[in-house]
Nanobody, 125 residues
Framework: QVQLVESGGGLVQAGGSLRLSCAAS????????MGWFRQAPGKERDFVAA????????YYADSVKGRFTISRDNAKNTGYLQMNSLKPEDTAVYYC??????????????????WGQGTQVTVSS
């Protein structure tokens, strides 16, 4: 079992920045691939970014590439999502998720077994 707790969400103006954190406990965080997803009201849960266990490889949705940065600190059992140049369309509940092995299916939320409770990000225009 892995427990995940997100933090760092809030209200920000367009063009602003936020950094989300995902604190993990229960198992060895460094063994788990980590992903970030988001879900806006009435929409499906969408892939945002993913990072391999070592942190050497990252993946991004086209909509956030160049603006968001995913990272992790395995010594602190914590993952991060730095969000810059935020847009109103980034408004959503953001979730972190982990799994031991997602293979090439890192974009599919069904691949991940463990999820946090989510943190709200609201970007005003």
């Amino acid at each position: 079992q892995v427990q995940l707790v997100e933090s760092g969400g809030g209200l920000v103006q367009a063009g602003g920045s936020l950094r989300l954190s995902c604190a993990a406990s229960g198992r060895t965080f460094s063994s788990y691939v980590m992903g970030w997803f988001r879900q806006a009201p009435g929409k499906e849960r969408d892939f945002v970014a993913a990072i391999t266990t070592s942190g050497r490889t990252t993946y991004y949705a086209d909509s956030v590439k160049g603006r968001f940065t995913i990272s992790r600190d395995n010594a602190k059992n914590t993952g991060y999502l730095q969000m810059n140049s935020l847009k109103p369309e980034d408004t959503a509940v953001y979730y972190c998720a982990t799994d031991l092995d997602v293979g090439s299916y890192y974009r599919d939320p069904l691949t991940y077994d463990y999820w946090g409770q989510g943190t709200q990000v609201t970007v005003s225009s």
